[in-house]
């Protein structure tokens, strides 16, 4: 059996940039990409927190460390500049793989610095 896993986020990202009028997609700062382990043009899921909307779109690469979350295209209408996001992609394993796997959790502040990565959710206590 194949299990759908969370591959890589970037938890609690700040929207920079809200495009209308540029192709679809999500502009993502280079060095965030690779910190997480998401390619570009690869599928993410994006869960605005300030007002609940959930969508899907895809990564392209913006600057390296320009910090930039763009939403752009239609999505644009789902996040405005400085709501915060979490960005996810996922990926298939073998059941038999999911004892061994780790995603990659990379933990930003308000200005898309990195605070933290890890490999695993902390216990979530009552």
Known sequence: MQLTV???????????????????SCAIDGHL?????I???EQIQIYNVNNGERFT??????KDHSRIISINGAAAHKADPGDRVIICSYGTIEE?????????????????????ILDYIPVQAA
């Open 39 to 41: 390619h570009e043009y």
């Open 96 to 116: 038999k793989e999911i004892a061994k796997f780790k995603p990659t959790l990379v933990y930003l502040d308000n200005d898309n610095n990195i605070t933290q």
């Open 57 to 62: 779109t895809y990564a392209i690469r913006a």
């Open 33 to 37: 990409l690779d910190k997480a382990g």
């Open 6 to 24: 969370l591959k890589a986020k970037l938890h609690l990202a700040c929207v920079t940039h809200s495009e209308l009028e540029y192709d679809g």
